[in-house]
């Protein structure tokens, strides 16, 4: 049978980061509430010249490598932080990237669900292309405002993945065990920078959404939960996940492992939520920092996001993948970033681009390989470094 999945995954965040240590005393709480009741413990920020496009450029720049761009011949990008409510972001990281006139682009909103929904879309497009290639990005910055509950739980980051008839990575069961309800636990409508959230109650759907998906993945696929040898979920925050898994072994009457989850979690609680990134920043944090093979092994992904739609899915690891990995990459790039104070953090996040169609031009900062360089006319203007 041909098999379709992920050939190559990368991801990319920001260059600058917030301890929570120091957030938690800046604003009179116990830092113990961040790190262990949230099991954070760093944020990434975002300076001036990055934003959800060059999060997308710069992530699928390193997903490309080895990979014929002119193979690509459908990019979605998924996104909660888009800039423009017509234009698709992933244009302007079509442009950056260099990708054939010849490649469909088009962007994907469900809240932190779109690149799930990414995933299963290229999917899909592959089983019917077998000879071609998509790339899905996903890429967020999670804004909830300075002096928020939520505040702890921001961050950034963009993933980028290949599909293909070729996967060195991991390949995907057909079973989808499928969630969707009316809820308003988070949204951002237009005219807002930062997201309503009703914290405590999108905690609760989060964990009623998994049982139903799961219930209904396992009706189709007749897994049980042991057949599963490790688990991804969407990463809002560390504990969130966590407390996800011991619902599900709860649920089957299963006691928990931190084996099945913990390596999941490294990457994220060195950045943050990325929203629609997470659920695949999870996968990568996996596959880089568990040592044994997993070679042939079935993981449990959860996608979960607000409004709300969730899935449920399971994939099987692929025999040779750990060569085709970008862990010193990834590794590198976490370990390089350049620590923030309260003060660069704040002013990070109260930076605003004119809006009234005037010339702004952003001093550099630390960044990948594209930055925003300025806005002009109401276009937002990149630049790729030398
Ligand atoms: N030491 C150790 N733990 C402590 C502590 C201390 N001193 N003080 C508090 N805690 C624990 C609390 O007991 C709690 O743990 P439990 O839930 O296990 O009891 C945890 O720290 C958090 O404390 P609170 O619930 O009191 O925190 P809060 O109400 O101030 O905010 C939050 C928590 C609701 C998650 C808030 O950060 C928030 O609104 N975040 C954004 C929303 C979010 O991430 N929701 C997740 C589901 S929705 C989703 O997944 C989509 C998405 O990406 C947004």
Not at 321 to 333: F, G, I, N, Q, W
Request: with cysteine; charged share 20%; glycine share 8%.
């Amino acid at each position: 049978m041909k098999k379709y999945g992920i050939e190559s995954l990368s991801f990319y965040t920001s260059r600058y980061y917030l301890d929570l240590i120091e957030l938690a005393v800046a604003r009179g709480i116990d830092p113990d509430k961040y790190t262990t009741g949230l099991g954070q413990h760093l944020m990434a920020v975002v300076p001036p010249d990055e934003d959800v496009v060059t999060l997308a450029a710069n992530s699928a720049k390193s997903a490309l490598a080895g990979i014929d761009p002119n193979e690509i011949s459908m990019m979605l990008v998924a996104t909660e932080s888009g800039i423009d409510q017509s234009k698709a972001l992933g244009i302007w990281v079509h442009n950056l990237l260099g990708l054939s006139p010849q490649c469909r682009v088009v962007e994907l909103k469900q809240a932190c669900y779109a690149g799930c929904a990414g995933l299963q879309l290229g999917l899909s497009y592959i089983s019917q292309n077998p000879h071609k290639k998509v790339l899905v990005i996903a890429t967020d910055i999670a804004r909830y405002g300075l002096h928020t509950p939520g505040e702890p739980t921001q961050g950034c980051g963009a993933a980028s993945f290949v599909l293909s008839a070729n996967p060195k990575l991991v390949t995907f069961e057909p079973e989808q065990g499928i969630f969707t309800s009316h809820v308003m636990d988070f949204w951002r409508p237009n005219y807002s920078d930062t997201a309503f959230v009703d914290g405590k109650f999108s905690t609760k759907i989060y964990l009623e959404a998994l049982e139903q998906c799961w219930k209904s993945y396992q009706e189709q696929s007749g897994r049980k939960f042991e057949d599963h040898y490790r688990f991804c979920y969407h990463l809002p925050f560390i504990r969130m996940a966590q407390k996800a898994h011991e619902r599900l072994a709860r649920l089957n009457g299963k006691e928990t492992t931190p084996d099945a989850v913990e390596n999941s979690f490294i990457y994220s609680r060195q950045l943050g939520n990325s929203y629609t990134a997470s659920l695949f920043i999870g996968l990568a944090s996996l596959l880089e920092n568990t040592q044994e093979d997993l070679s042939q092994k079935r993981v449990g992904f959860f996608s979960y996001g607000s409004g709300c739609v969730a899935e449920f899915f399971s994939g099987i690891i692929q025999p040779g993948y750990k060569e085709h990995l970008k862990t010193d990459y990834h590794r590198a790039m976490l370990e390089s970033r350049t620590r923030t104070g309260m003060a660069d953090y704040e002013s990070f996040f109260t930076h605003k681009l004119p809006q009234d169609g005037s010339h702004y031009v952003i001093s550099p900062y630390n960044t990948g390989l594209y930055r925003l360089s300025g806005i002009k006319n109401h276009e937002r203007l990149y630049e790729t470094k030398p």
